[in-house]
């Protein structure tokens, strides 16, 4: 959903709507782990959800398709980060990251495989018929390998040198980033109420990330 968002809509909407995980993470650790949720973590909930909502500006129709997938990525993470960290407690982080790695892999397979044979529009997020790099293209996806690997291993070294939080609030400046590469790559600029929606989810991250 959240690659999927990255081609169809602007690059600072998709990736604010993945940052929306610490706050569906609060929620869900909250339910499923019996964490308590202090008052500036409801109030950080809050604020993220009327952020949602300023991105997505439903109209009498409700929210589009790239709004529930980008909601929809924010979710599946958070999902993954509660798993996480409970499953750290009877699994080593290793076999953990593996079995990430290994559903991440098997996963679109078989989506491949079953597109053959079943395929609907609605589902194209997620089902379509496998095409095989060539030319530059290969450039493109080695260098994305790389680059995630790289990113991944820095942003895993910075929790483990200083307090999650304050990495958590730092990790929101790749929304800036996010939307200068848009723009440089033909995006429009975020409107103003956009705008607004960026910041309130950037500001409600940072409150559930001071919690850390």
Wanted: net charge neutral; proline share 3%; hydrophobic share 50%.
């Amino acid at each position: 959903a959240y690659f999927y968002n990255i081609a169809h809509i602007p690059m600072g909407d998709a990736v604010t709507f993945s940052k929306t995980a610490p706050i569906f993470t609060a929620i869900f650790a909250w339910v499923f782990l019996n964490e308590k949720l202090t008052l500036s973590s409801w109030a950080a909930v809050f604020i993220g959800f009327i952020g949602i909502l300023f991105i997505t500006q439903p109209s009498g129709a409700g929210f589009s398709k790239y709004d529930w997938l980008g909601i929809f990525s924010g979710i599946g993470a958070a999902l993954a980060y509660t798993s996480v960290r409970e499953l750290r407690n009877y699994y080593d982080t290793k076999v953990i990251v593996l079995s990430f790695t290994l559903v991440g892999t098997i996963g679109p397979l078989l989506l491949f495989i079953l597109s053959k044979y079943f395929y609907m529009q609605e589902l194209d997020f997620m089902m379509g018929a496998f095409v095989m790099p060539n030319g530059i293209v290969w450039f493109y996806v080695v260098g994305l390998g790389v680059l995630g690997t790289l990113s991944q291993y820095y942003m895993t070294k910075a929790y483990g040198e200083t307090k999650a939080g304050i990495v958590g609030a730092v990790s929101y400046s790749n929304i800036v980033f996010a939307i200068l590469v848009g723009i440089l790559l033909g995006d429009s600029l975020p409107t103003f109420i956009t705008t607004c929606g960026i910041v309130l989810i950037v500001c409600a991250g940072i409150m559930v990330a001071r919690e850390k």
